[in-house]
């Protein structure tokens, strides 16, 4: 029986956590790719559930796209394991200041990020996903001082991690709202964030906590579950809506933002093929990037639920 992402424990524990922090903070950058090769290769040997599952991922990835090479012919689930620890060793690095707004190349067709950096009007949702390194965004937090950013998360699964960004004192300029239902009550809150000029962050590519609420949308050659959450939140709060992707080329990393809608609009009668439609569309731009790195999915649970 397959878990839900969000029972799934974290591994390692707070003291491993901190010493990692010094490591990154103190070491050259050599021994702390090192370092990082072998914290990866423990994961892989003692994660057969998790191998099972990217596997499952390039398999979909190379049969949607047709092409056989755009995965390394050696070992590719193991180099997809080092993309994620080299994703963790850059998220640490930008919680400490490591890595900053001029390390990152800015990919903006339709001016959003300046939007950002004058941080006028009412706010605006930015559609993440685990693929890639959206942790990257805190760069742009700390460049534009006006720019309020919430976060909408499940943390729950990753206390250790949370206090050890708590102890380098990260939630500073980045807000992150634990949410576990898009309820009355929370729709009020964001409702007067948004109004007040705050932009929200929420991811699209996995199954809410509780499960029900989900559309159904072709990826990667098969049905699969995407939230129906921030579609429903986007039409509630009437708030532009652009997707946020960050994935590493080249050694560096490359931010892709761009408007999928001024606004969301949908009423009771339209609402479930309003939201379908969008949801295809979100799942399409995923594709996408999917093919642009397609290493760096980081979706490590049952994603097309095979195995339950």
Known sequence: MSQHWSTRQERGNLFVLRLVTRLIRYCPPWLIALLMRLVVLYFFITSPSERRNIAEYQQHLRSWSGRSDLLPA??????????????????????????????????????????????????QILICSHLGNTEISRALVSHHKGLVLNILIHSKHAQQYNQVMADLGADNDIRLLQVT??????????????????????????????????????????????????????????????????????????????RMSERIQWSRQDRDQVIHGWVQRYAGRLEHVCMQAPL?????????????
């Open 74 to 123: 050696f070992a590719p689930v193991y180099r997809q394991f080092v993309a994620f620890g080299q994703a963790m060793t850059d998220r640490f690095a930008v919680w400490q200041g490591r890595l900053r707004y001029e390390h990152i190349v800015i990919h903006d067709p339709d001016g959003i990020h300046r939007e950002m950096l004058y941080a006028k009007g009412r706010g």
């Open 296 to 308: 760096q999915w980081f979706n490590f649970y049952d994603f097309w639920k095979h195995h339950e």
């Open 181 to 258: 239902d898009l309820d009355i009550d929370t729709m009020m809150m964001l409702q007067q964030r948004v109004d007040n000029g705050e932009w929200i962050a929420i991811a699209a590519d996995r199954e809410p906590v509780r499960g029900e609420k989900v559309v159904q949308v072709p990826f990667l050659g098969e049905n699969v579950s995407f939230p129906q959450g921030p579609w429903l939140m986007a039409g509630l709060l009437r708030a532009s809506v652009n997707t946020l992707f960050c994935t590493r080329q080249h050694g560096r990393y490359a931010l892709h933002i761009e």
